[in-house]
């Protein structure tokens, strides 16, 4: 359903005057999503997974320009067909309560999101009661404002906005962090439901375990780029592909719980050939001259030369 | 108790305008008892060499400026609690029959300028965020900066060049044609003589609000919750309709209010050249012919009314703000 491949996404700021620079952000990141499956987008802060998900529904800065190939049921999306699917067809939960209007009523505000979508006023009210119903939302939770909201209440809120409408494609970026785990199992639980009803789920996340309860597949980034797509059942059967998602992996607190020194390079100076060379213990001269390649082993997709 | 808390406030509110009142009154009187200002000769004026000393004397006593500063100032503070001001020198009236005239005169002015640049300078100011960078912004901007730098009086002269000696559209001066009794004046001409100062007052509070709206709305449109109203499909007139407009409408009504206090003083300037009969030319009256009581009263009055709309401000954010006048509150 949807395709992305060799997304470059490149900043331009300028500092001190007119001295102008560039920030690549983004480099060659690829991924594709299926309906009915959620594909989980993990990786550190830094490493583009927002950024992702403003490309796909058009609201990147004005100083930020992509190159690559971006196709959303076989047609090209381009800035024009973000802008006319955008809500309708790809649509976003996105992270708090802060991005909901803080002087509306919450049932209006998902009332407007089911009017956007073309439905009646009168079926929008409709609508709406029911899916506050069905997320067990009080009927006098519409008229609150959102400050009047719980964090569960407000995710369920979230969600609501985005089943109102007839999205194809739902990205949710960073649903979990700072939430009881009864709310985050409950908050994943809604996303999944979302795939079951055929439904395409982007999780942007930077919890792994998370992630690793609903996805079906785990795309892993790296300071921009997707260093390997691999099956939710890999990382328990210990065949990841990548030294990064290896780290990561060992990192968690039930594994092995050890850190992987260093940082993600500066999106100004990003080395020469891989981007995870100076931090990877598997690295050879090779590995410093070119870009890897994205390539395809085991039915995933690996962006390493040794793996 | 659902109305404590509104009494608390107003009883607050009103101690310290007793305060203010308090403080005014105490500034004034010694600063007036400073000036170089001699009550007796600005009441006899030019006749003063016919006046022997010891009929000046008899003034004074009269008078009770023979009295030491702390028995006159706690003499003139118990005649102020009685409400009276005294009377005008200038007008040959009560101070509150003068203030009363004249304010009514002021007030219908300053009523249209304050509508006029409210609704002007928020229709401006949304029109100049919402295109940000656009030729329409920097028209509205350069068009606000221009007039928020150029002095009231000048802007003032200029339309009085232009619609009333050179176009002739708009009479030069005062608040009714002359020769014409005031019983007979009709509301057009009334209108007729208001137009041109309540523009020129209104022209000068439409560059504040229009560029404090402008930044606000700028704010809004680069807030987190219009960047999902973007996601979800809204355009940009969608966006201002339905959310811009919503968190614009509290600072821009409280601006509104707090504006009253410039409007009060540029009518000072606006009245002086137009020679429109209002508080704001008896102001000037009064100062440049040393009427005391008349002077001591407009400073009282304006005191009052600035306090009053900055009051209102203040019970508007409450009022319309959810976030506070629900407060934490979960129960609808």
Known sequence: MLSISNLSITFTQYNQGLRRKHLHVITDLSLDVQAGEVVAVVGSSGSGKSLLAHTLLGILPTNAEYTGTLLFQGQPLTQKRCERLRGRAIALVPQSVAYLDPLMKVGHQVQRVAQLNGVSPA??????????????????????????????????????????TQADL?????????????????????????????????????????ALQIADRIAVFYAGTTVEIAAAQDFSTGRLRHPYTQALWRSLPKNDFIPLPGNQPNPEQLPEGCLFSDRCPWVTPECTANRPALRQINNGWVRCIHA | MRLNPIVRFAGSKLLRLGLLLLAVALFTFVLLSLSPIDPIQAYVGADMMLISPEQQELIAQRWGLDQPFLARLWDWLGQLLQGNLGISMVF?????????????????????????????????????????????????????????????????????????????VTPICCAAPPGVLTEDV??????????????????????????????????????????????????LWGIVRHHGFRNILLPALTLQFASLSELFGGSVLVEQVFAYPGLGEATVQAALRSDVPLLVGIVFFSALFVYIGNTIADLSYPIIDPRIRLGGNLEP
């Open chain 2, 92 to 168: 040959n009236q009560p101070v509150i029959e003068v203030l009363a005239n004249r304010f009514q005169a002021s007030l219908q002015m300053l009523a249209i300028a304050w509508l006029i640049s409210g609704i002007l300078g928020l229709l401006l100011g949304i029109a100049s965020g919402a295109l940000e960078g656009s030729w329409i912004d920097r028209a509205i901007r350069l068009y606000a900066y221009t007039l928020a730098s150029s002095p009231t009086f000048w802007v003032a002269l200029l339309l009085l060049i232009v619609f009333s000696v050179s176009l002739k």
């Open chain 1, 123 to 164: 079926a929008a009210r409709t609508l709406t009661h029911q899916t506050f119903q069905r997320y067990d939302l009080a009927t006098n939770t519409q008229r609150r404002y959102p400050f009047q909201l719980s964090g569960g209440m407000a995710r369920r809120v979230l969600v609501s906005t985005a089943v109102v």
């Open chain 1, 170 to 210: 739902v990205i949710a970026d960073e649903p979990t962090p700072g939430l009881h785990p009864d709310v985050v199992r409950e908050a994943l639980t809604h996303l999944r439901e979302l795939a079951e009803a055929g439904r395409g789920v982007i999780l942007i996340t930077h919890d792994i375990e998370a």
């Open chain 2, 186 to 235: 009709t509301i057009w001409q009334h209108l007729h003589h208001l137009l041109l100062p309540a523009l020129t007052l209104s022209i000068i509070g439409i560059a504040n609000i229009t560029l404090h709206t402008r930044q606000k709305l700028i704010e809004v449109l680069h807030s987190d919750y219009v960047l999902f109203a973007q996601a979800q499909g809204e355009r």
